[in-house]
């Protein structure tokens, strides 16, 4: 797909979807089919109409679900057109809850495939009877974990004295680089001495915001607003900084915090949507809490620990580095195993 925009990505979507399902029904009648995996890395809002063909089947992983918790819209300065376009996106989700052939399709599923616990609601809500959270990528570029955890040994010292933070990412409000700038701003009057690196595009009317809210809170000259850049060029820039921020509020995936981990950076997320799935829980700070006040608190009480004992800091990075190595193409098909074989065999 080239695009999702509304209305023509789904319309797009819809013609291959039938296809699929044609091509998948006339297989069925001449073949002694045993079961079906449609694997939809898409949307939940269209879906074939397997109930139809008579076969137990699988769908997914299917995301789209996640929507940005009303506690962190209220609790922070954001347009009124961002604030209603959010608030909306559970609105619409429930409509499509209602749609009888997508109902039908979900609720004769072996299994229902989603990409985070927010999307598997929304499944079982439209009657998906057997759902599971799974990460639908594979991270298979090569780690050299040595010449890593090497890199982030020498840096041990440096922790002490400064600590790098990176954030990445679209300039989107619903990214909220401004709860990165605001980390920065508490961690400094924390006394914690820490800068702030963040890269993106900034020529936008929010990258302007960006940068005035920066200068507003007196941390302009601890930030750097840097433009997006060639993979090579980041992933040295990663090897620079001591951890990553990820403060999106509904990213279906998460290979950012994979990319980031598996270069020894803890990361510091709200541990929303697939970000859950993907941060490691023995390190930084997995989960933002109730509020964005609570994130804040959190990931400075994380500086602190860190500033205070880089050995600390060390061990973390040495664990995010090692839970990165798990998502593999082994790991899914282990999920293929435990849950799509066991499906038709039943």
């Given at each position: 797909?080239?695009?999702?925009?509304?209305?023509?990505g789904y319309?797009?979507?819809?013609?291959?979807?039938?296809?699929?399902?044609?091509i998948?029904?006339?297989?069925?009648?001449?073949?002694?089919?045993?079961?079906l995996?449609h694997?939809i890395?898409g949307?939940?809002?269209?879906l074939?109409?397997?109930d139809?063909?008579g076969?137990?089947y699988?769908?997914?992983p299917l995301?789209?679900?996640e929507c940005?918790p009303?506690?962190?819209?209220?609790?922070?300065s954001l347009?009124l057109?961002?604030?209603?376009v959010?608030?909306?996106?559970?609105?619409?989700n429930?409509?499509?809850t209602?749609?009888?052939?997508?109902?039908?399709?979900l609720?004769?599923?072996a299994?229902?495939?989603?990409?985070?616990?927010e999307?598997?609601?929304?499944?079982?809500r439209?009657?998906?009877?057997?759902?599971v959270?799974?990460?639908?990528?594979a991270?298979?570029?090569?780690?050299?974990i040595a010449a890593?955890?090497?890199?982030?040994?020498k840096?041990?010292?440096?922790v002490?004295?400064?600590f790098?933070?990176?954030?990445?990412?679209r300039v989107?409000w619903w990214?909220?680089?401004d709860?990165?700038?605001?980390i920065?701003?508490?961690?400094?009057?924390?006394?914690i001495?820490?800068?702030l690196?963040?890269?993106?595009?900034?020529g936008?009317p929010?990258g302007?915001?960006m940068?005035?809210?920066a200068?507003k809170?007196?941390?302009g000259?601890?930030?750097?607003?840097?433009?997006?850049?060639?993979r090579?060029?980041?992933l040295?820039?990663?090897?620079?900084?001591?951890a990553f921020?990820?403060t999106?509020?509904?990213?279906?995936?998460?290979?950012p915090?994979?990319e980031?981990?598996a270069?020894?950076?803890?990361?510091?997320?709200?541990?929303?949507?697939?970000?859950?799935?993907s941060a490691?829980?023995?390190?930084?700070v997995?989960?933002?809490?109730t509020?964005?006040a609570?994130?804040?608190?959190?990931?400075v009480?994380?500086?602190?620990?860190?500033?205070?004992?880089p050995?600390q800091?060390?061990?973390?990075?040495?664990?995010?580095?090692d839970y990165?190595?798990?998502?593999?193409?082994?790991?899914?098909?282990?999920?293929?195993?435990?849950?799509?074989?066991k499906?038709?065999?039943?």
């Open positions: 797909m080239e695009t999702w925009a509304f209305p023509y319309i797009r979507y819809a013609k291959l979807v039938k296809e699929a399902y044609s998948a029904e006339g297989i069925v009648r001449t073949q002694p089919i045993v079961g995996c694997l890395l949307s939940f809002r269209v074939p109409r397997y139809k063909l076969i137990p699988t769908v997914g995301g789209g679900g940005a009303f506690r962190y819209l209220m609790g922070r347009p057109k961002e604030r209603l959010e608030l909306g996106r559970p609105l619409m429930a409509m499509f209602l749609v009888p052939p997508l109902r039908k399709c609720k004769g599923s299994v229902a495939f989603a990409t985070s616990e999307t598997a609601i929304v499944l079982r439209m009657g998906a009877r057997h759902t959270v799974v990460f639908p990528d991270y298979d570029t090569p780690i050299d890593v955890m090497e890199n982030r040994t840096q041990r010292a440096m002490g004295t400064k790098r933070l990176l954030w990445q990412g989107l990214k909220c680089p709860l990165a700038l605001d920065l701003s508490s961690a400094m009057r924390d006394g001495r820490v800068e690196t963040m890269v993106g595009d900034w936008g929010l302007q915001q940068k005035e809210h200068a809170l007196g941390v000259s601890s930030v750097e607003f840097i433009p997006g850049m060639s090579v060029d980041y040295e820039l990663q090897a620079t900084h001591h921020l990820a999106s509020l509904h990213d279906s995936g998460g290979i915090l994979i980031a981990q270069r020894g950076l803890p990361c510091l997320t709200l541990g929303l949507g697939g970000n859950r799935e490691c829980p023995e390190a930084g997995p989960d933002g809490g509020c964005p609570e994130f804040v608190e959190r990931s009480a994380c500086l602190r620990r860190w500033q205070t004992d050995a800091w060390l061990a973390e990075a040495g664990a995010a580095l990165s190595t798990t998502f593999t193409n082994a790991r899914l098909q282990t999920y293929v195993r435990t849950h799509v074989v499906a038709f065999q039943g």
